[in-house]
Every structure is written in C-alpha cells, then in structure tokens.
C-alpha cells in the first residue's frame, strides 16, 4: 500500500502524513493529539516556550495521546549581533513603523530589551522527556546532541531548503529530512544562505534530494489534499508535511478571523516579508507587508521585531484592521475545505487511497 514507506516505518506512524509544527501559540495539544490519534503525526512547535512550559505541553499530549508525536525547535533563535542593537537602528525602525502606530492611535514601544537564547535549556528538556520526533529548523543542534538522540531513541528530523542544506544534513546522520518548498506558509528555515536565496519549490527540491542523499525526504509546501501526498510520494518522498490546512482547523491556536481568511477570496494573495518578526516568512498579503518591500535595512533583526511590533499587532486587532496584521498562510491555501481535524486526516488518506487505486 502507498502508506507503507520509509517514514512510516522510521516514525511508527500509519500514514505517511505530518503535521506541521506551528510557533507562536498557534499549535496546540488538541490539534497534536488528533493528527497522531488519526494515525499521522502531530506536531508542536515549541521554539517560543520555556523549558517549564515545554515539560508541561509534553505532560499534556501524553495525556491526550499514546501515539507518537513531534516536538520542533529552533536551533539558531535570534539574529541579534554580539553588539547588540544599536540606537540607531531602533531609531530607524521607529520612524518606518510609526505612521501604523499614529494610525492606531498608541505611543512607539520602548526598545527591546536584550534577548538570551533559550535552545541549550530547551535540548535538556527534549532530551529528558523523549518525545519520539524531534524536528528543528534554522539549523542543526551539535553532534552530541544528535548522537544522545539516538541513544535515547528519539527520532531527528531536519528541515532543508536549499541541495546544499539537505547534504550538510545528510552528513550529521539525522534520520529524516523536510524539503521546505518556498510555497509553505510561515518562515522560511534557511541556514547556510539568506533565506532569500533559498527559494526552490517544494517538488524541485524533493528531486534534487532524491537524487543526492541517502536520507529519507518529507516534502512540505504547498501540500493540502490528497494529490499533494500522492505527488510528494510519486517523486520521491517517504512523508509529506502538511501546514496551512491544519493551521485553518478549529483545533489549532490561529485567531477565528486567520482561520475565516484561509477560507476567503483573501487567501489567493500571499507574500514573503520579513516586516513583522525580522525573519522572512510567508503570510497573506498585508498593507504592511507590501510597505515595507525594499525597506528591510529598516527591519530590527528576529526576535527583536517581534517584540517591536506586538503592540501594534494588539492594537490592530482589537480595532479589526486586518491589513496591518500578519496571517500566516501557504500559496496552497484557496483549496483548503476542512474545519475538523480528524476530518482533514480522513479526507487526506482517502484521497491519496483513490488516487494509488486509480493507477492500478
């Protein structure tokens, strides 16, 4: 049976069907637990949690589930200099971003505070509470962590979007690796170039790792049906990562409104900025957004744009101007139908079904 591949077989799942871990409070636990219970694998995206918090989410899924699950990180999490952020820079920022701020009528945030990285407290707790996928983006965390992974039989999965970074993670030994097309919403995990220049598509990129790498692939981006899977799978790949159609479910933590614009005539229109967390990633097109285009030197670096913005973002949203907000969304997002979780994984496995059955 098509089902029956590489992945299924290394993640001791049913279906070759992921998940994908969304960051900023937009996964959680019910919508892990329904991908996992369903026979795929949820996932949680945890770059943004404490290691506290970390443990407790991990609690809560093992309550909701007995089925394997995946728990992402970030390895590199901020792009701030040694010399941290200049007067300057801020000052720079604060004048490209005020008009929106007088537009909402609330003052210009202070400058951030410094930022310390969390990722080495955050591996202690993977490492402790073992889920069965690990996965993590912008990066890859040191060999001694991916070689005590495997002793503790925690499966690591790596996420490419570039040949290049697919054979720097074929060489660490990690035991999957995501081909993240530059049609998937959300950021683009780029590591050994701008993110930029990394901007291959999905099933070019499953080929070009197909061919050169002895890992097996998930694809993700631009995947939401069915035919996406049966794809992925004809060219090469053992899984396929599903992200905006299960971002659009009741189940998962995206505001009612960023589900109602999946939905809308609104989602045929995305864009790729960095204008709203300092890193590049894919959301429905903004005002904002198409602004900012051509005026990044005026972007403070991840996570320090984050900070910066949030209070625009509150403020936005408590006065319903949705153009000034970031909804994160893949180009796949017009074909979306499904509001039920257990009911996209249903319609997934029997499309795919269907469409194997029709070949014979």
């Known amino acids: 049976m098509w089902y029956n591949t ?19 409070n937009l996964s959680t636990v019910e919508l892990t637990a329904a991908v996992s219970n369903a026979g795929g694998l949820g996932g949680y995206g945890a770059y943004t949690n404490s290691p506290q918090e970390i443990y407790e989410i991990d609690k809560q899924i093992k309550a909701a589930t007995n089925k394997p699950y995946n728990i992402n990180l970030w390895v590199s999490d901020h792009d701030i200099p040694e010399s941290g952020l200049s007067d300057a820079q801020f000052d720079k920022t604060a004048a490209l971003f005020k008009p929106y701020y007088d537009e909402v009528g609330i003052p210009l945030p202070e ?3 410094p930022f310390q990285s969390r990722f080495e407290n955050q591996l202690d707790v993977i490492l402790d509470i073992r889920p069965k996928v690990f996965s993590f983006m912008f990066g890859v965390p040191p060999n001694t962590v991916l070689e005590q992974g495997r002793q503790k039989g925690i499966v690591t999965v790596g996420a490419a979007t570039t040949l290049d970074e697919a054979l720097f993670l074929d060489s660490k030994g990690v035991d999957m690796i995501i081909a993240s097309g530059f049609e998937a919403g959300g950021h683009r995990p780029s590591f050994l170039d701008k993110s930029e220049s990394s901007l291959t598509g999905t099933f070019v990129l499953v080929q070009l790792m197909r061919e050169k790498i002895k890992t097996p692939i998930i694809a993700a981006g631009g995947i939401a049906d069915g035919r996406g899977i049966a794809a992925a799978l004809t060219l090469g790949a053992s899984a396929a990562q599903v992200g905006t159609a299960f971002l659009a479910c009741d189940e998962s933590g995206a505001l009612p409104v960023h589900k109602e614009m999946l939905f809308s005539d609104a989602s045929k229109y995305t864009t790729l900025s960095r204008a709203f967390t300092g890193r590049l990633g894919r959301g429905l097109t903004s005002r904002v957004a198409q602004d900012i285009t051509g005026k990044e030197s005026g972007i403070l670096p991840f996570p320090l744009q984050t900070t910066f913005i949030a209070p625009l973002r509150k403020a936005a949203i408590e006065q319903q101007k ?7 969304a893949g180009q796949i997002s017009p074909i979306l139908k499904h509001t039920k979780a257990s009911v996209l994984m249903n319609a997934l496995i029997e499309e795919t079904t269907n469409y194997f059955d029709g070949l014979k």
């Open 6 to 24: 590489k992945a299924t077989e290394i993640l001791g799942i049913e279906y070759p069907i992921l998940q994908g871990p969304f960051g900023g």
């Open 111 to 113: 400058k951030p505070a």
């Open 322 to 328: 949705w153009d000034m907000i970031l909804f994160w």
